[in-house]
């Protein structure tokens, strides 16, 4: 939302000043007329960090998106212009960051700006693939197809990401349950056992030593830990995003066991689906591909895309740079050299995406399965480790008492 400064005039003719957010200059004489005001001046608040609204990723949620595309697809189909239509999805969206684009959009739309061109003035909220499409639908006279193609890509999409996640979100809550564990252990229990064990003296286990050392590392240098998290989450985004280390960053992702093979079956469905959309609504391939190696977000991907592309500029086969590099399975190659045959490739290859959609499904669940046990393990061999630590020196300690 914008932010502005007003000066208006009440019904006794009293001058009376403010600030109001709103999505665009014309919200403001409507919302101060509700409230029994004439507006004299407006001014509009300069972005500042301190008034500027911040978002972290994606400002719009995947999820958000996929109505907003099918609304749009039905308003359309219902006959509702595009105008109003974008006046409807922006007043009824909870995304606000999405409902502050479609404000602007709107305004543009008013003025003869076609749809595209005003969605890609807000690339961060609308990608490259929806403004490709809804210019491919524009040229066509089928934009309500389009969207609703867009719709069912970015459905599929999302589906893809929540089993991922779901994947994903076991061994990490396990990992940080078990984090919280020891660190209690460590600067609580431990503690106690070792001013016991000073006070019946005698020489201690190499474990329940190391145990002791580490309890007293904690109490002293915990700070450190909340150092050492924040160097490594900044490492890890300087790996992810650095263009001199994210080729190897992606690489090491997909050699990582289990998880690797996952993101790769991922990596591919994502590829494809967004391939076939493309084709099928008409956008030209070298095009198409130059948008895929942006959607794919894996370098190492990108990378082959790039020199299938050089490929198809050379009067080459699209497959022949692909079928050279492990990521690429002979399954995808050779459908989409079928596909290049016979003039089918939107359907070849959303073929070969429900096929790793269904593939991501089944990994999904494999390792769901097979990671709960071992992280149960993981988290009794740890507390274990503590545990036996104690116990050990106790006994002992029993046994003097005993005799």
Not at 131 to 141: H, P
Not at 146 to 175: C, D, N, W
Not at 268 to 286: E, G, Q
Request: glycine share 6%.
């Amino acid at each position: 939302m914008a932010q502005f400064n007003y000066i208006a005039r009440d019904k006794t003719g009293k001058k009376k000043s403010g600030t109001i957010k709103v999505n665009t200059r014309k919200e403001v004489s409507t919302k101060l007329r509700e409230r029994g005001l004439r507006l004299l001046t407006l001014e509009e608040v300069p972005e500042t960090a301190l008034n500027k609204e911040i978002y972290i990723g994606n400002p719009v949620k995947l999820k958000d998106f996929v109505i907003y595309l099918r609304q749009f697809s039905t308003l359309l189909k219902a006959g509702v212009t595009i105008v109003d239509s974008t006046r409807i999805l922006s007043q009824q969206t909870e995304s606000k960051p999405l409902r502050k684009a479609l404000s602007a959009v709107l305004e543009d739309l008013n003025q003869g700006t076609p749809l595209s061109e005003c969605a890609a003035k807000h690339k961060r909220i609308f990608p490259p693939m929806f403004i490709n499409l809804v210019r491919a639908g524009e040229a066509s006279g089928a934009l309500d197809e389009a969207l609703e193609r867009l719709g069912e890509h970015f459905e599929k999409q999302h589906e893809t990401k929540k089993k991922i996640q779901s994947a994903m979100a076991y061994p990490i809550v396990v990992a940080i349950i078990a984090f919280v564990v020891v660190i209690y252990l460590l600067t609580n229990v431990v503690p106690t056992f070792a001013a016991m064990f000073a006070d019946f003296g005698g020489e201690l286990p190499a474990l329940t030593q190391f145990v002791l050392s580490v309890s007293d590392w904690m109490q002293e240098k915990w700070w450190m830990l909340i150092i050492i998290g924040i160097a490594l989450g900044g490492l890890f985004a300087f790996l992810k995003k650095s263009k001199l280390t994210k080729y190897h960053f992606d690489y090491v992702i997909l050699k990582i066991p289990i998880f690797g093979s996952l993101m790769r079956k991922a990596m591919l469905a994502r590829m494809t689906r967004t391939l076939s959309s493309l084709f099928a609504s008409s956008v030209p391939i070298l095009q198409a591909i130059s948008i895929v190696e942006k959607v794919v977000e894996n370098e190492v991907a990108a990378r082959v895309l790039r020199d299938s592309r050089s490929s198809l500029e050379r009067g080459v086969s699209l497959t022949e740079p692909m079928k050279k590099h492990w990521i690429f399975p002979p399954l995808v190659t050779q459908m989409i050299a079928i596909g290049e045959q016979t003039g089918s490739l939107d359907a070849m290859l959303a073929k070969v995406a429900d096929f790793y959609e269904m593939e991501v499904g089944t990994a999904t669940d494999q390792i769901k399965s097979l990671i709960e046990p071992l992280m149960i393990v993981f988290l009794a061999a740890i507390v274990g480790t503590i545990v036996l630590s104690i116990m050990v020196p106790m006994f002992e300690i029993f046994n003097q008492v005993g005799n």
